[in-house]
């Protein structure tokens, strides 16, 4: 079921963002007077479509191939490679009959949408919800440090007090893109000393599989007292009760909850025995653990602050264009790595596979799903932008020199362009995907 609700997230969500980023196109070509003579989400290969419907001189539609959508210009050199209208006379509805800012404007009017509603996602979220954090004051039992984490130099219980020498206010500081892009430093709280810890370049290709509870855990460490006891489980029937402090599990001891949490998984169908300080009194007790690897223990999430800031809905627009332009600045950033080399390609890209499973989630979370179709929407501008042939960052490009040289590039050169265009996006489509299957079969 978790893979049914990834799947229709992710569906809903691109067709949302794809609808609206050819929508940009559509309005400002008819702002222009240029033709529009298809419309589609996804795409109808080889004349095969789902449903289509002629309104005025446009066709409205949707297509069998779920790899995103399309309006088909009149008069331009695009994915219809429709060499026949081009070889006929301009006429003065077509795209190659406007003026060269005009069609630039055309170009740029998906990846314009695409930010726009990116940023109106934020703005809305954070109007509606607020910006709620755990304060890193509050934990005081420091930061459960994954595998990646451990190699660095970080031990349980470390606290990380500041990031490049500026003063971490928010726990979840340590896990933004500040840190994990790499070359950035730590500054730890252990016992009495401080130290510094070195984030390498290559963070990202080492957590690439693991995900960010490779680095740290998103949760700081908590104590191991019991805020309650799950009813009917066997460690109720046992006889643990809220208050209780676990101080060894197995004759091992315990300081924190992640320690719990770590050891229980471990005796699926075996019984543990819990040592508990109630009190003034130590107590023991044998707990099975059921066959998921639970006992239906809970821990003491109160011993964190969390604050919740809230905004007007004019003061919230800052705050989602921010969110807007970290998220750009991230992509490109990533895209940055790669090229230098900091980053293997297939530790970077992900695919549909991996977009459905990492960003949305098996379970249907209303703001969830609106957070990440707003990150979704502004990596889709992003990766437009990019100056590739076929993508609107490559007509921009071209079209920038038409208007440099003062006249227009050969219909030849802009077919050719097209075609290399296509091979790179078809190259780059098997390897995510590639990419996807070999992660989803061997890596988990």
């Known amino acids: 079921m978790s893979g049914l609700i990834m799947a229709a997230q992710l569906l809903l969500g691109l067709s949302f963002l794809v609808i609206l980023h050819e929508l940009g196109h559509f309005l400002a070509a008819r702002a222009f007077g240029i033709k529009i003579e298809k419309f589609y989400l996804f795409f109808d290969a080889w004349g095969l479509k789902l449903f289509s419907i002629k309104v005025g001189d446009c066709e409205y539609g ?25 070889a006929q006379p301009v006429q003065p509805w077509e795209f190659r009959s406007k003026p060269a800012w005009q069609r630039l404007i055309v170009m740029l009017g998906g990846v314009v949408v695409n ?21 890193n004051s509050s934990a005081i039992n420091g930061v459960n440090p994954g595998v990646v ?68 855990s998103r949760m700081p460490l908590l104590t191991t007292t019991l805020d309650s006891i799950v009813p009917g489980k066997s460690a109720d029937k046992a006889g643990l009760k809220k208050g209780d402090r676990i101080v060894a599990v197995n004759s091992i001891p315990v300081k924190y909850d992640a320690d719990v949490r770590e050891l229980i998984p471990k005796f699926k169908g075996k019984t543990l025995t819990f040592e508990v300080n109630r009190g003034t009194e130590h107590l023991t007790y044998a707990v099975p653990v059921d066959t998921m690897g639970t006992i239906g223990i809970n821990f003491n999430y109160k011993e964190l602050k969390e604050e919740t800031l809230k905004y007007s809905l004019l003061g919230a627009l800052p705050v989602g264009i921010k969110q807007a332009w970290t998220t750009f600045s991230d992509n490109a950033k990533g895209i940055w790595k790669v090229l230098k080399g900091d980053i293997k390609a297939n530790k970077a890209f992900s695919g549909p596979v991996e977009i459905a499973r990492k960003v949305y989630g098996g379970e249907w979370i209303w703001t969830k799903f609106w957070l990440s179709t707003g990150f979704i929407s502004i990596a889709l501008a992003f990766m437009n932008l990019l100056p590739i042939p076929a993508l609107d960052g490559g007509h921009v490009v071209f079209l920038v020199i038409e208007m440099i040289k003062g006249k227009p590039l050969g219909d030849k050169f802009m077919e050719r362009s097209q075609l290399v265009g296509f091979v790179m996006l078809l190259s780059l489509m098997v390897f995510v995907l590639g990419n996807d299957i070999f992660k989803a079969f061997f890596k988990h």
């Open 149 to 216: 984490g451990k190699e660095l130099g970080l031990q349980k219980g470390d606290r990380i007090i500041a990031v490049n020498g500026n003063k971490v206010i928010r726990f979840d500081e340590l896990t933004s893109s500040e840190v994990l892009m790499g070359n950035s430093n730590l500054t730890i709280v252990r016992g009495d000393k401080t130290i510094d810890i070195k984030v390498p370049d290559n963070i990202l290709n080492k957590i690439a599989d693991s995900g960010v509870e490779g680095f740290i």
């Open 62 to 86: 949707i297509g069998w191939l779920p790899l995103g959508g399309y309006v088909k210009i009149a008069g331009m050199i695009d994915e219809s490679m429709d060499t026949e209208q081009m």
């Open 115 to 135: 930010i726009l509603v990116g940023i109106i996602i934020f703005w809305v979220m954070t109007f509606a919800y607020g910006e709620t954090y755990i304060a």
